[in-house]
């Protein structure tokens, strides 16, 4: 697909002073996740983590109603079990891309985030909602459980306890709830909603980009580790920051009490 991104079907893409934009694009389906979506999702992914000018990443989903209300339910309808399977390890892929980038990215969510959209979220690194939205994990009421980390992930945000209440019932919590249990990080009226993402963004865009990867996967890979193990990988990561040109500049301008000028390198 080229540069523009204009080849994509389910998704709109800008990239503006070092933060890319991702939405998902499909109102008429209140953004539905389906093969196409993850395709897609994997594929700009895949791309900006070889983009120097990107430092940041914002996914939301088009319209007011729904950030991902789920996977597309019309297309999982006739799914035998190897199609299932392949379907989950699609969303497996993109959430493992989310993890493994070296830049962070925000969920900016607006409206429904159930199933699949919940997983999604789940997946980027930071979270802001708007005041309407709801975040469940209702696939038991379809006969299903979730496939694409609501069973793993849940678990480590929230606590086992709360996890199976919204996994084995099914029921939504609203973006309130998800702030108090940890779910998410911030709540903000939706007209609101891209601006607060973008300030993240920006904030996070100055900080080394090399420096946040090492952050990133210290944190994410430290988590299911046990705690010494935990440990030694951060002893490991900022070590490996001491061999970079962007922890030198930093020290550098503290001393001199001037703003660094990272390199990302």
């Not at 950030?67 to 959430?95: C, I, P, T, Y």
């Not at 996070?204 to 994410?220: D, F, T, Y």
């Amino acid at each position: 697909m080229g540069a523009d991104y204009n080849d994509y079907k389910t998704l709109l893409v800008n990239i503006s002073n070092s933060i890319a934009e991702i939405i998902i694009n499909r109102p008429e389906n209140l953004n539905a996740l389906n093969t196409q979506v993850y395709d897609e999702l994997f594929n700009v992914l895949a791309n900006m983590e070889n983009m120097e000018n990107v430092k940041a990443i914002i996914i939301t989903g088009s319209g007011e109603k729904a950030f991902v209300a789920g996977a597309d339910v019309v297309a999982m309808k006739d799914m035998s079990s190897q199609e299932a399977r392949h379907f989950a390890l699609q969303g497996k892929k993109v959430g493992q891309c989310l993890k493994d980038l070296e830049m962070p990215v925000i969920a900016a969510v607006n409206g429904f985030a159930f199933g699949g959209g919940c997983e999604l979220a789940m997946s980027c690194d930071i979270i802001i909602a708007t005041e309407n939205t709801r975040f469940g994990q209702p696939e038991i009421t379809l006969g299903m459980i979730p496939g694409n980390g609501g069973t793993q992930r849940l678990p480590r945000l929230v606590g086992l306890h709360k996890a199976k209440e919204m996994v084995l019932l099914g029921e939504p919590v609203n973006a309130m709830e998800a702030l108090k249990i940890g779910l998410i990080n911030k709540v903000v009226p939706k007209e609101e909603l891209m601006k607060e993402a973008r300030e993240w963004a920006d904030k996070l865009s100055q900080k080394s980009k090399a420096i946040l990867g090492l952050a990133k996967h210290a944190i994410n890979n430290g988590i299911e580790a046990d705690l010494n193990t935990g440990l030694e990988l951060e002893v490991s990561n900022f070590a490996q920051c001491f061999a970079t040109g962007d922890q030198k500049e930093g020290i550098a301008a503290f001393l001199e009490k001037r703003k660094p000028e990272f390199k990302n390198k």
